[in-house]
């Protein structure tokens, strides 16, 4: 994939957990099954975006393929992205094995992706968007808004602070998580904060207004985990 700008952020290259990796990306669907069920949580964001059969939809960073899936079964088409070739290979082969054949998979990231159809109704990222340092999160929402239809909808669910007591929500959190699922879930979260990107709530709020989005709704759970739905303006 190539860059278009000499000083392009490389999203290619893995921060925090390495999901080039076989191993890593094998256990994925177990280890984060410990906190969270992905196929109802895939449902849940499909309804609230009240997904229709004709509608198209494009997931960035769509892992190991569980809510594309659901959702190429709710709509006409899915674009599933993903700078992972190991996640890809996964989440295509789990769609085979489904008979789902509406998922175009795309090895490319929030910067490079070329979306060549019609602009969609929907792009979702889940857990993928902290991946971005702020600057480039900027350039990615400014992308996804020319994908996206007048009136198409942008929804980002993610690792994203609150100001007030910012450290102790986290601590919080991290212990929450080891709680779940051990060392493993614990070093998750802790990497997340560590070598990641995460970012306040204010800043996406100030992203997403001058990206030309309108946020018609925002929860940050335990001041550490945000959902946004916007609207294209
Ligand atoms: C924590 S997983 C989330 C997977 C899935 N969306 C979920 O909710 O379980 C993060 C995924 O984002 C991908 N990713 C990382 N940087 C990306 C980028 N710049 N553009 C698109 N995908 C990216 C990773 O390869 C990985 O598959």
Redesign the pocket.
Known sequence: MQHQLSWQYD?FK?VG?D?NSQAEVEV?DSS?ADFRD?AAESERVLDLLRIETTDTLI??????G??AMQAARRCSQVYA????ET?LDLASAKAVRAGISNIEFHH????TYQHSGETVDAIV????FH??PDFWKGIAMNRMNEMLKTGGQLYIHDVIMETTDALANINAFIQKQEAAGGDFLREDAEGHFRDEYSTYDWVMDGLLWRSGFTIESKQIDGGVIGTYLCTKK
């Open positions: 999203e893995q957990r999901y994925y984060h992905i997931d960035f960073g769509a892992g190991t569980i809510f992205v993903d700078v992972s996640m490319a990231g929030f910067l990222t889940t857990f993928a991946h971005l």
